[in-house]
């Protein structure tokens, strides 16, 4: 059970929730890769992507190592495995609707009630 | 017996999303409740601190839905733009949906049905997202992660399936 609170997993989300982000892990799952193959399909400068990068060493989704001259990136999957356990917790923020559509549909029945005794 | 009524999730092929709900009221309640501009406003909960500014839904063939919201910073800050491409009253709905950012900047596009069941005054709605690409689908299910808005569970097994 993951708990609400949980720092780490913050971490984990925030950097999960930018697009660019989300798409270096998506490059990443395919292997290693280098920060100038990971800036090129975003189109972005090497600083800005490394920027992103570091904001996914921070929650620790990615590592990076130097090589020489290289900043070689890979994938960390354990957090990415932690963050899969809230799916239940999204599935609940849908559910958190349709349980609001249930209350309007008990409305809706009970309208449907008294206009029928009105006739 | 009770069917289950807890939402149930899962992604059958690579480019889609399934939800599963069960709601006890017959079907043409459930239907109102979901095409009626007025009705969806009460339960199309934002997320926090969003407003929902624009509601327009014509379920018929050919009709359009549009929705806007607005946040603290943007107003828009997001619209949902889509055509009903087939209605069959009470039973099977199927509409496109652009997503986009208040910016114009197209978030994503999809494209919904909804099939509904009744038996018994109890309705089992079936919402099937298809989208034009894995890519696409495992982003909306991560960009629920931030708005809650699109899917709002995430899928990472694509990600989780590769050696790390």
């Given at each position: 059970m993951v708990l609400?609170?949980s720092?780490?997993l913050?971490?984990?989300?925030?950097?999960?929730?930018?697009?660019?982000?989300?798409?270096?892990?998506?490059?990443?799952?395919?292997?290693?890769?280098?920060?100038?193959?990971?800036?090129?399909?975003?189109?972005?400068?090497?600083?800005?992507?490394?920027?992103?990068?570091?904001?996914?060493?921070?929650?620790?989704?990615?590592?990076?190592?130097?090589?020489?001259?290289?900043?070689?990136?890979?994938?960390?999957?354990?957090?990415l495995k932690e963050a899969m356990l809230w799916t239940e917790q999204f599935?609940?923020?849908?559910?958190?609707?349709?349980?609001?559509?249930?209350?309007?549909?008990?409305?809706?029945?009970?309208?449907?009630?008294?206009?029928?005794?009105?006739? | 017996?009770?069917?289950?009524?807890?939402?149930?999730?899962?992604?059958?092929?690579?480019?889609?999303?399934?939800?599963?709900?069960?709601?006890?009221?017959?079907?043409?309640?459930?239907?109102?409740?979901?095409?009626?501009?007025?009705?969806?406003?009460?339960?199309?909960?934002?997320?926090?601190?969003?407003?929902?500014?624009?509601?327009?839904?014509?379920?018929?063939?050919?009709?359009?839905?549009?929705?806007?919201?607005?946040?603290?910073?943007?107003?828009?800050?997001?619209?949902?733009?889509?055509?009903?491409?087939?209605?069959?009253?009470?039973?099977?709905?199927?509409?496109?949906?652009?997503?986009?950012?208040?910016?114009?900047?197209?978030?994503?596009?999809?494209?919904?049905?909804?099939?509904?069941?009744?038996?018994?005054?109890?309705?089992?709605?079936?919402?099937?997202?298809?989208?034009?690409?894995?890519?696409?689908?495992?982003?909306?299910?991560?960009?629920?992660?931030?708005?809650?808005?699109?899917?709002?569970?995430?899928?990472?097994?694509?990600?989780?399936?590769?050696?790390?």
């Open positions: 609400d609170r720092p780490r913050d971490l984990v989300f925030h950097a999960l929730a930018h697009p660019a982000r989300r798409a270096i892990i998506r490059q990443l799952s395919g292997g290693e890769r280098n920060l100038s193959e990971l800036a090129s399909p975003l189109k972005m400068t090497f600083p800005a992507a490394s920027k992103h990068v570091r904001v996914l060493e921070g929650a620790k989704l990615v590592r990076r190592r130097i090589a020489g001259r290289q900043h070689l990136c890979r994938l960390r999957a354990a957090p599935r609940q923020n849908w559910e958190v609707r349709f349980e609001a559509l249930d209350s309007l549909l008990d409305e809706m029945k009970s309208e449907e009630k008294s206009r029928t005794r009105r006739r | 017996m009770t069917p289950k009524k807890g939402l149930q999730i899962s992604t059958p092929t690579d480019t889609t999303i399934v939800l599963t709900r069960t709601f006890h009221a017959p079907c043409r309640l459930v239907w109102e409740a979901m095409f009626t501009p007025d009705r969806m406003r009460r339960w199309m909960l934002p997320p926090p601190g969003w407003t929902m500014t624009r509601c327009e839904c014509e379920a018929r063939a050919g009709g359009a839905l549009r929705l806007a919201w607005k946040s603290e910073e943007a107003d828009p800050a997001m619209t949902l733009q889509g055509v009903f491409t087939e209605v069959v009253l009470h039973e099977r709905i199927v509409h496109t949906e652009t997503m986009a950012l208040g910016s114009g900047q197209t978030i994503g596009s999809l494209l919904e049905m909804h099939e509904f069941a009744e038996q018994d005054g109890t309705t089992t709605m079936r919402i099937t997202q298809t989208y034009d690409s894995k890519a696409d689908r495992d982003g909306a299910l991560a960009s629920g992660m931030d708005q809650g808005m699109e899917a709002g569970y995430m899928q990472l097994d694509a990600v989780l399936a590769q050696p790390a």
